[in-house]
């Protein structure tokens, strides 16, 4: 059964509800999100944005520079700055939260370990656990009914 899980900013300015699971979780140890989360990685719960409802006040966009050129918007609660997810590419459509403002940060568990290349190199990962030096091919690795929510909201890209 899908879980309903709420979350939100520092200040409570931003609430938000998870209507669903998410169709994939990574946790990311690329620079960025080391630079901008001021931490070893971050962890992003990937889910459509209708699947999102927004409680109290709507978060900002933030654009950020990003090494590929490919757009990255952060968004944040327009008070506290704190971010409670990004649009990767421009996707409307697409949300990857940052798993550590739900109210329950430690309930979801990372599908995948990606850029672990830039990992701190202390962090040592739990054995058995999905790493990826960069990225992965989604085809292989995410479940197919994650891949079916996939192409409802973005086609077969
Ligand atoms: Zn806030
Ligand atoms: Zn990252």
């Known amino acids: 059964m899908a879980q309903v899980r709420e979350g939100g900013c520092s ?6 509800r998870m209507t669903s699971d998410p169709m994939f979780v990574h946790c990311c140890h690329c620079l960025d ?6 931490g070893a990685f971050a962890i992003n719960a990937l889910v459509e944005t209708d699947r999102i409802e927004i409680l109290g006040e ?3 966009a933030v654009s950020m520079p990003t090494e590929s050129g490919r757009p990255h918007d952060v ?3 327009p008070h506290c700055k704190v971010a409670v997810w990004s649009d990767y590419g421009r996707r409307p459509s697409l949300r990857f939260v940052r798993v550590s ?5 430690h309930a979801i568990q990372p599908d995948a370990h990606i850029f672990t290349r830039s990992k701190v190199p202390w962090v040592v990962l739990p054995e058995g656990q999905r790493a990826f030096d960069v990225y992965y ?3 292989r690795e995410w479940p197919p009914e994650s891949l079916a929510r996939r192409r409802a909201i973005l086609g077969d890209v």
């Not at 200040?11 to 938000?16: E, M």
């Open 101 to 105: 403002t739900l109210d329950d940060p």
């Open 75 to 77: 968004h944040r609660c």
């Open 33 to 38: 999100c080391q630079k901008q989360g001021g």
């Open 58 to 60: 709507a978060p900002e």
């Open 137 to 139: 091919d989604m085809a």
């Open 11 to 16: 200040c409570g300015a931003v609430r938000y």
